[in-house]
């Protein structure tokens, strides 16, 4: 199986091509980034093409990152991968951002409980508990930095995202720590194209999960009403 993997939803604009038939692993490049994405990732994503030698025609799917994540580059990861997939004619495969997060760390040992989590400012994150298996105990959401520990502290867990020194930080005194904190600022975009690769639901719409407001909104001043 060949996948396209796109991930533009946090600090980093990021592609890989994973072909599940080949040994060499996969091709990727990653740059990091706040902001302009919507500029870097189609250069990004050809030069990724042109590394593996892959027309878009050779994929077999498309698989985006769908946020929790930035306004903008949630909306730009998700029109290039739609656009890519139905120029292609295959199917565009969404991922949550938290699930992406946690993949690797949940791929390195399964056995203990792993929160993903995302900042969403002003003492709130995005997250995702997932128990051992990588099943979800607790579903994407938006949650208080003192309830997303309530919800890690009954278990031993790892902690994941670019908000996981914000939750070591306010971690309550007495408690056990918790067994790892990665504050890595994006996911791995090669556990996304695995993810992409695993994925059994295809039909499912590619759309941006926001989950709370969004940071930016569209400009309403000048738009001309239809008629």
Partial sequence: MRVLAIDTALEACSAAILDTDRTDGATSRSVPMTRGHAEALMPLIAAVMAEARMEFADLDRVAVTIGPGSFTG???GVA????IALAAGKPAI???TLAALAAPVLEADDGNAVLAVINARH?????????????????PRVASTR?????????????????????????????????????VSAPDIVSVAR???????LTAPVKPLYL????????????????
């Fill in 74 to 76: 949630l909306r730009v």
């Fill in 80 to 83: 290039a991968a739609r656009g």
């Fill in 94 to 96: 969404g991922l949550t």
């Fill in 123 to 139: 003492d709130r994150v995005y997250m995702q508990l997932f128990g051992p298996g990588g099943r979800s105990l607790v579903p």
């Fill in 147 to 183: 309830d997303a520990i309530r919800a890690a502290v009954a278990r031993p867990t790892r902690i994941v995202g670019n908000a996981a020194q914000l939750i070591e930080d306010a971690w309550p005194d007495g408690e056990p720590r918790p067994l790892m904190v990665s504050a």
């Fill in 195 to 201: 993810l992409g690769a695993a994925s059994a639901d």
């Fill in 212 to 227: 709370g407001d969004a940071d930016a909104h569209p400009q309403e001043a000048g738009i001309v009403p239809r008629r």
